[in-house]
C-alpha cells in the first residue's frame, strides 16, 4: 500500500519540486494543496488557517510536508503571525486529531543567521533569528517539539539553505548553503523513510558544498541523506564561462537578512 502524504504550500519553488520528485517515486499517494487549486496539476484548494479544511485533508494521511509559507516573511503582525504561525498550530492540531505520523516542516538557516560566518554551528545550538521570518521558523521548530513530547508526532524539521530551484549557486554566499532538485527530494523522501523511532529531528539542508556552512555528514548515517551534487564545481564552471558571480558575503551566516527591518 502506498504510504499517504500531504504536501502543503505544493506549487511553490520547494513544493513544487517535492510535488514531481517524490510522485516520480511512485510509492506515494500524494497529495499536493496551495491557496488556488489547480486542477490540471493536481493540486487541492488548502488555506492553513483553516483548521475544517486541514482536518478534511490529513484524514488518512500518514505524513505531511508542511512548505506552504506567507512571502511577506517581515510584516510578523500582519502576515507572519495569522498565516505562518497560527497555520502551523492549525495543522499540528489536525494532524494529533487524525493520527499523522510524521511532520516534516521547511524550516531555515535563518533560524541561525546571526552566528558568525566561519562559528561551527550544531543544531543543538542556541537559536540565533536573524529576522521576524528567522524568528517564526523557531516558534515552528518548538510547536513541532511540544507536538512530539505531548503527543508523540514525529516532528522533523529541514532547515533549508538556498534553493533558487534553478540547480545553480547565484552567489558566493549561497554556495555556502545551496542546495540542488535532486538533493531537496532525496532529503525530503530520508525524512518520510526514516525509522518511526526518531521522533524529533532537526537538520540543515544543503547539497555536500565545498566550504559549506554546516557539516551534514552524519545525516548519511542517521537517516541514509547522500546529496549528489557540490556548489563549488558549478561555481567553477560558472568562472571558466567568465560569469558574473555576486559577491553577498557578510560577516553573518544569514547573510542580507540581519540587515532587515520589519515593515
Request: aromatic fraction near 10%.
Amino acid at each position: 500500500m502506498k504510504r499517504k502524504i500531504l504536501i502543503t504550500g505544493a506549487t511553490g519553488r520547494i513544493g513544487s519540486t517535492l510535488l514531481a520528485g517524490l510522485g516520480n517515486l511512485d510509492r506515494y499517494d500524494i497529495t499536493g494543496a496551495d491557496l488556488e487549486a489547480d486542477e490540471e496539476a493536481g493540486i487541492v484548494r488548502l488555506d492553513v488557517t483553516d483548521a475544517d479544511r486541514l482536518e478534511e485533508l490529513t484524514k488518512g494521511a500518514d505524513t505531511i510536508l508542511h512548505i506552504a509559507w506567507a512571502e511577506d516573511d517581515e510584516d510578523f503582525l500582519g502576515k507572519v503571525l495569522p498565516v505562518n504561525v497560527t497555520g502551523a498550530y492549525r495543522l499540528y492540531e489536525a494532524a494529533r486529531k487524525n493520527g499523522v505520523k510524521r511532520v516534516i516542516f521547511a524550516s531555515s538557516n535563518h533560524a541561525t543567521g546571526f552566528y558568525k560566518v566561519g562559528e561551527d554551528v550544531e543544531v543543538t545550538d542556541p537559536y540565533r533569528p536573524d529576522s521576524f521570518y528567522g524568528l517564526s521558523k523557531c516558534y515552528i521548530e518548538l510547536l513541532g517539539r511540544l507536538y512530539a513530547d505531548k503527543y508523540g508526532i514525529s516532528s522533523f524539521n529541514m532547515r533549508i539553505g538556498n534553493f533558487p530551484g534553478d540547480d545553480r549557486p547565484h552567489s558566493e554566499r549561497s554556495a555556502h548553503i545551496w542546495i540542488s532538485s535532486r538533493d531537496m527530494v532525496q532529503l525530503a523522501e530520508r525524512c518520510i523513510e526514516a525509522d518511526a523511532s526518531m521522533k524529533y529531528l532537526v537538520l540543515y539542508g544543503t547539497s555536500a558544498n565545498t566550504g559549506n556552512y554546516y557539516d551534514i555528514g552524519y545525516l548519511k548515517e542517521l537517516i541514509g541523506y547522500a546529496p549528489q551534487d557540490d556548489s563549488a564545481v558549478l561555481m567553477e564552471e560558472a568562472r571558466q564561462r567568465r560569469e558574473t558571480i555576486k559577491e553577498d558575503e557578510t560577516p553573518f551566516q544569514g547573510g542580507s537578512f540581519v540587515d532587515k527591518k520589519p515593515s
